[in-house]
């Protein structure tokens, strides 16, 4: 089959992905195996491409928001031919103390599709049977893809920060997970503000219904009640400190940030205003929230590239060169 390898970090302009023939994985017990329909770009990608994320692996296949069909494994639960969605959790251990209390997200043991595990920026992969999901008809495979890490992150990121219905959010950076946020944020009737610095960006989430739109050096006309994060950067997480209301809450929504840089205790943190990280997501949040994706219609905008095309989408997502998402079609 053929598969996306990265064997040697490295900066994506240098395109460090090589198109490879190699066998095709077999399902273990407990495994099923996929044939790849589509598989969405995130930026956790271009985290493990470029090195930002430690390589655990001498070679892997990336890619872990994967559409999939099952060819193989298939269960009373799971026959073949169910359409599922693979996400960045691959599996848990299940028996470690954050598991027990519910709280897999942080299992001290996790398996991650796409760095731990192969991925799926190839023509099959294997999945725990058990981590994957059953897709609702309503959301077709490029429509899928992007909910299945994006998605459900950004719907996480929500949870963390205790949105509440008809409350004013804001949203620092408007990429693959912000655009999807929206959508939910818009179904509980919240005011939403959005601050990012790309022109074609500011005019997407106009469109999308977004209540006040600027640049990342506009002061936001009101005070926020929650604020999420998606840029990975800290000086991003300040300025949405700055934005908050007493009380008020910024969940920071990165797996890797640059860094946070000295900031006014008195003016931007007292007053009990909170500053969260998002960690990861669980299975309950994919299963909550691709119900929620079918019931409000959410229709993700993406843009479609081949295999063989694969380092230019991750250079696009990383230059911000496209709205919404994108989306591989081995």
Known sequence: MKA??????????????????????QPRPGQVLLRVRT???????????????????????????IVGEIVDGATADLPLGTRVGVSW?????????????????????????????????AE??????????PLPAQLDDLQAAPLLCAGIIGFRSLRVAGVEPGERIGLFGFGASA????????AWKCEVYVSTRGESHRQLATSLGATWVGTEKEKL?????????????????????????????????????DRVPEFDYDRLLWAERQLRS????????????????????????????????????????????????AVITP
């Open 278 to 325: 998002v960690t990861n997501m669980t299975r309950a949040d994919a299963r909550d929230f691709l119900q929620l994706a079918a019931q409000i219609g959410l229709k993700p905008k993406g843009t479609v590239f081949s295999l063989d095309q694969v380092n230019e989408a991750l250079i696009a997502v990383k230059n911000d060169l496209i709205d919404g998402a």
């Open 221 to 257: 006309p009101v005070q926020l009640d929650r604020a999420i994060t998606f840029a990975p950067s800290g000086d991003v997480v300040v300025a949405a400190l700055a934005s908050l209301r007493k009380g008020g809450v910024v969940a920071i929504n990165a797996i890797h940030l």
């Open 89 to 121: 959790l691959g599996g848990t251990d299940g028996s470690c103390c954050y598991c027990r209390r519910g709280m897999e997200n942080l299992c001290d043991s996790p398996t991650f599709t796409g760095y731990t595990v192969a991925g799926g920026y």
């Open 179 to 186: 655009h999807l946020a929206i959508a939910v944020l818009r």
């Open 39 to 65: 598989c969405g770009v995130c930026r956790t990608d271009l985290h493990i491409v470029e090195g930002e994320l430690p390589p655990v692996q001498n070679h892997i296949t990336p890619g872990h928001q």
């Open 4 to 25: 996306a390898l990265l064997t040697s970090p490295q900066n994506v302009q240098h395109r460090p992905l090589r198109i490879a023939d190699v066998p095709a994985p």
């Open 124 to 133: 099959y992969s294997v999945a725990r049977a058990d981590f994957v999901f």
